[in-house]
Structures are given as C-alpha cells and as structure tokens.
C-alpha cells in the first residue's frame, strides 16, 4: 500500500553569516494513512523544522518529499497554498485565533479560502464547535474563552475543511493538565475516524497518547519505535487537491474580513489609511508641480519666439556688406505675410536713443514695428493696446513701453496717454508690454551667435586632419579668390614654408584676417616671413588707424567671445574670433597692432615644420 507521507534523504539548512547552519540532516520518514505519530525532541532538535517542511509550510534544501504519491517540489505555488488549506489542518501551540472574530467565525476561516458558500460554512463550523463541546460559545470572541476552549476553536479550524493529516505544534504546551487530556482525547477521536494526526512535542506523557514515536535529536532521527498497532484506515474526505473557487462571494467574504480587521485595530488602521493620504497626495502634489513647471517652461520658450525667423540683409551673419544691401524692403514681408505657412510678419528697424520725461533721463534701445510684431514676437500687453493698421498707415507717434521704462520713466503714476521725448521725438504712450523671458538687444544676440559659432569651428578644427601644408600657396590661393570677389589684396612675394595644419580651418581662419582688411581699410597688405621655428603672417588694412583706447576697448574684446563685452563693431568680431580660436588651437597667436596713419596690423604667427 502506498504511503501518505515518504520522506527521502531530506535536509534543511538556514544562511548563518558566511556560511550555512544546518538544521536538519538526510532524514528518513515514512507515515501511512491513519497513523497517530509523535515527534518528540528537545528544543533545537529540529522537530518543529520537520513540521513545517511536513505541512508544505517550508520546502526542504534537498531531499525527496512524496506526499500521497506526488512529488511536493514539482508543485506550483497555487498547488501548495491548496494542500495547506485543504489537506492538512493544523493545530497550534498559541491557538492564533483573530481576536476581532467569534469563536464560529475564526472557524469559518478556511472554508472562505476555499469558498465554500457562506452557510454551508457556518452550518459545518458550529457542528464541528458543537461536537467539541463548544456549542454554546459560538459569539464568544477568542479573550472571553480559556486557553482549552481556544485550543478546541483552533482544533475546529482546522477540520472544518476535512483535513486529511492534523498537523499539532505542542498542543498541549500553553495549557493545563485537565485541558491537555481534553485536547489529547480530542485528537485521539479524529485519529480513530480515519485521520492521520502527527504531534510535535516534548512531553513524553504526550507522546505516549501515540501509537508511534519518531525521536529526534541534532536533526536527525535516532528512534522510530511503534507503541501499539495503528487504527485502521477508514476513508474520510476527498484529497484532491482544488483550488478556491473565485466569485462575487468571496469578494464580499473578504471585505467583511477586512472591516472587521480594520474595526479591530482602530489606530493602525487609522495610521495605514493616513499613509495611504500622505503618499497618494504627495505624488498628486508632484504630478501637479511637474506639470505645472512644465507648462510654464513652455510658456517661457513659446516667449523666447522659437518658432520666428529672422531675416537680415547680406549673405551672412557678420556680412561686412550687409549695410549696403538695399534689395530687403517692406514690400517682401508683404509678401511673405502671404503665404499660408507664416502667421505673422513685421519689418524691424532698431536705434538707441535718450529718453526725457521731466527731469528724468535714460538709455534706451527703441524699435520701430509693424502691427503684428507683438504677435511675432510673443509680447503680451499688461496695460492699454497696441498699434493697429490705422497707426501704422498714419505713422502716429505712439508708443508701446516695457516694463523697465515704466519703472525708470514714470515710477509713481499711470504712463497711459503720458508723453516724452526720444531725442527730439515726442512720443505717447498707449500701452504697456509685460516682461519678456528673454528680450535680447543686438549684442546679446551677436553674443549668442559668436558662442554657437565657437563651438562649431571647436567641432571643425578637432575633425580637420593636420598634414603638412605650404603656407606661402595658402595665402596666395586666398589673395586671387578674393580678388575675385573685388576685394583689394597685395601679396609680398612669399618664402616657401611649411606648417603643420588642417588646411579646412587655417584657410578659414587665414581668409577671415584678410577679408577684415580689406573690408575696412582701403585693402589688404599681406607679407610672409619666418623667424626662427615659426612662421609670421603681417596683414596691414591700409586705412588710418584708430586712437589706443579705442583699439583696447572695441577690437581686443572680439577675442574672447566668453566673457562680458563691452561694445563691438558689427560684422569685424565674430571673424577675427573664429580666427583666434583655430589660430591658437594649431598653437599659434594673434596680435593687433595700430600702426597709425597706416591702419591696423594684424600679426598672426605659426609653429613651422623644420627643413
């Protein structure tokens, strides 16, 4: 006949700092079916290990466990939490009764899991409290019972599901000696209808209430020895494993758990619920302030006019010709206004001017717009209107003002139909314009550019290969295309040198010196000389010079885009910048020099090869 229960070589070991304690060693058990067992050891035997590996509480580290023929490790987790509520039933030392339940309720417990209907359940549940002599304690709650009449409520729990196997930890250990007997007799009736009942003890008196007797010491079995022929195996309940049964009841089963749970444990319901406040308003307080930053960086990049274009004159930026472009006129935003993909246009023409109100004066950059400039670019009016067709074809000498004009011009009172002067100008004041998350003058937009540019002639230079290159056909290669272009260039016959360069980004740096000279003198003298290991590049303007003080204060800062400017003259900066940054990066330099009346030199040395 097949056994119930074969333990094989099983052994169970616990993580003990850097290595392992083990608990259990190769132990070798086997139960039938209606057999009445007691393990007995000292504590820290073992025994209560062997107990929960029996009761597919724990799973052991090796070994084989057959339990009623199926292999325990092969099954699921689903499969295990059914046999611990369906085929065994087990029966505590400290009852673990819920205190919030009655003594029928703590018995209905596991056939809710199961889900069996509700009074199904409760039929079964005071049948079995009324067998163990509980019938009139069934509202009891766990404190107004005794420690043997929770040991019974306990004991009904765990049949109420018929349990093949009764699984008891020290039974008897919190109670007294009539108690004890009670419970013993107890177990002893469920052995006799057929069950398997295994008790985990200490007490020999306990022991001997067993038909057989497995002892245990160190984690291993030292005596399995048999006191008196065991009852017969009468068939009881269905051992199939099943798996509880999901559906509206259960739902609401578990729901009244909970209340009553909760009803129970007053303050740690309230402190659990008040987390759960905390947390979920702390992410909503989060989710609303990251929306609420992200909105506003929208904003603020909607008002720095990312979606506007900006047409000069010229070819370029820095296009020293631009001033004499005259083909841009009002005619072409006309037509641009047009075209289906444009929202808005508005001509644009800037002058710096000093404001008088009374007796109160200050600088100020003044623009002259077309009426939809507000919408390109993204101004929003705090006080009074705009401009409209009519004050734009009648050219009326009305004013839009920020914010800073309002505080330097009219601190203490309305600037609303207030008039002042601009120079010469009387100008009124029909609105105000809110503060702009970034209003850029000329210079800090020319500041902007010259950064971005730098760091693309950075990316440029890096990925330009250096190789020997003859300086003197470099220069001459430069001279005739801007000739070409009309530009007056004179070339000094040159000596034949070589340097070690990208050619890509020397030619750029090169042509840039030269177009500036010639571009703002009456042309450019260029010559070539070596001195010592390296090589010196002259290139005189020919016009006449400027005074030292404006030599320091308005080119000398067009070499370090980086730092605070203080004035610039428009189209000369940005080259002679891109210039230095690959003149020093080849590890040469670049010098200024007023040779009045001549004009300004512009000395530029190299690191030559050696012959």
């Not at 504590?43 to 107990?51: D, R």
Request: with cysteine; proline share 5%.
């Amino acid at each position: 006949m097949q056994p119930l229960i074969h333990l094989s070589g099983i052994t169970r070991s616990y993580p003990s700092g850097e290595g392992e304690l083990q608990v259990l060693h190769g132990i070798d058990l086997t139960i039938a079916q209606g057999e009445f067992v007691a393990i007995i050891g000292a504590s820290g035997s073992g025994k209560s290990t062997l107990m929960n590996i029996l009761g597919c509480l724990d799973q052991p580290s090796s070994g084989s466990y057959l339990l009623d023929g199926r292999e325990v490790a092969e099954l699921d987790s689903g499969d295990l939490a059914a046999l611990r509520r369906e085929f065994f039933g087990f029966v505590f030392q400290r009852y673990h009764l819920l205190n919030e339940m009655t003594a029928l309720g703590n018995v209905e417990v596991p056939a809710i899991y199961r889900g069996v209907p509700s009074a199904q359940r409760r039929d079964k549940a005071a049948a079995l409290l009324g067998r163990l002599g509980m019938g009139a304690r069934l509202d009891h709650r766990p404190g107004q019972l005794s420690g043997g009449q929770q040991q019974r409520v306990s004991i009904a729990r765990a049949l109420v599901n018929d349990a093949r196997v009764i699984l008891a930890d020290e039974p008897t250990g919190a109670l007294d000696s009539q108690s004890g007997e009670e419970v013993l007799s107890i177990l002893d009736e469920l052995n006799a209808e057929g069950r398997t009942v295994i008790i985990v003890t200490h007490d020999p008196k306990v022991a001997a209430r067993a038909r057989r007797v497995v002892e245990i010491a160190d984690g291993r079995i030292v005596s399995d020895r048999s006191q008196e022929a065991p009852a017969p195996a009468t068939a009881t309940a269905d051992s199939t494993v099943r798996a509880a049964t999901p559906g509206i009841g259960r739902l609401a089963e578990a729901l009244r758990m909970a209340v009553l749970a909760m009803r129970a444990h007053k303050l740690r319901s309230f402190l659990t619920m008040l987390g759960i406040i905390i947390g979920i308003a702390s992410v909503v307080s989060v989710v609303a302030l990251g929306e609420g930053s992200r909105q506003q960086v929208l904003a603020n990049i909607s008002g720095l006019g990312t979606n506007t274009l900006q047409v000069f004159p010229g070819q370029n930026f820095g296009d020293t010709r631009s001033g004499k472009v005259t083909t841009l006129v009002l005619e072409d935003g006309t037509q641009l206004a047009r075209q289906s993909y444009v929202a808005s246009v508005s001509p644009t023409v800037s002058t710096s001017q000093t404001l008088r109100h009374g007796a109160t004066e200050a600088s100020a950059q003044i623009s002259g717009v077309g009426e939809q400039y507000f919408d390109v670019a993204g101004i929003t009016l705090t006080a009074g209107r705009a401009f409209d067709a009519a004050d734009i074809a009648a050219m009326s000498q009305d004013v839009v003002i920020d914010e800073n004009t309002r505080a330097s011009l009219f601190p203490d009172q309305d600037p609303l139909g207030q008039t002042f002067m601009a120079g010469k100008v009387p100008l009124r004041v029909v609105g105000v314009a809110a503060a702009r998350q970034k209003w850029l003058s000329d210079l800090q937009e020319l500041d902007l550019i010259a950064d971005s540019a730098i760091r693309l002639v950075r990316e440029e230079v890096g990925a330009d290969e250096r190789e020997p290159l003859r300086l003197d056909l470099l220069l001459a290669e430069i001279a005739e295309e801007l000739r070409g272009l009309g530009q007056h260039v004179e070339l000094a016959p040159p000596p034949a040198i070589e340097v070690s360069a990208g050619p890509i980004a020397l030619k750029r740096a090169l042509r840039n010196l030269m177009t500036n000279a010639a571009t703002h003198g009456r042309g450019a003298l260029v010559s070539l000389t070596r001195e010592g290991d390296r090589a010196l590049i002259r290139i005189l303007d020919d016009g006449p010079g400027v005074p030292e003080e404006l030599l320091s204060q308005v080119f000398e800062p067009f070499f370090r885009v980086d730092q605070a400017r203080r004035k610039t003259v428009p189209g000369a900066g940005l080259g002679l910048a891109i210039a230095r940054e690959i003149i020093e990066r080849h590890q040469g330099s670049i010098e200024i020099r007023n040779r009045r009346p001549r004009g300004l030199e512009q000395v530029c040395t190299l690191p030559c090869l050696m012959p």
